[in-house]
């Protein structure tokens, strides 16, 4: 089809004739270009959270309420095993979109954080001010370096 396999971080399928894609932010349009002219049909109203999702006969006697429970949880796990699977370059930045969507956890990103710094602190939390001077510490460092190299 032409999709550059690259920026398609993941793939799964929470609805018969349903696939989503996560991909990267800067391939969308040209993503969403190229499968208009392959004739593939967008279901943007789709919402993977919602109980008629379920077709799995076990879920046949659950009311209303408990369908969309567990297409919530279901849909929970699917990003959480897809936030695991993303190359690390990405991952965190995955991790830290889905979460302030509420589509992950505050568990969920403390465990993935553990596992990243080996501490479980916060580290989307950070103080403004502190990442005032990171930024202004960066620039310095860039324009230290050029004249450097010249």
Known sequence: MGVNNARVLDIHYPDRNIAVLLIHNDY???FKQLLETKQVHFA???DPRNGSTLKDPQYKDLTEQERTSKACEIQQQRLQRAVL???ELVKFAVAY???QQKWLTKSFIDQLNNSRYGRSEDVFDMDED???NF???TTTNVANL???QH
């Open 28 to 30: 969308v349009a040209e």
């Open 135 to 137: 930024s202004e510490d």
């Open 97 to 99: 979109y889905f979460y």
């Open 44 to 46: 943007n109203n789709f």
């Open 130 to 132: 502190i990442m005032g």
């Open 85 to 87: 699977h993303i190359r």
């Open 146 to 148: 050029s004249s450097i």
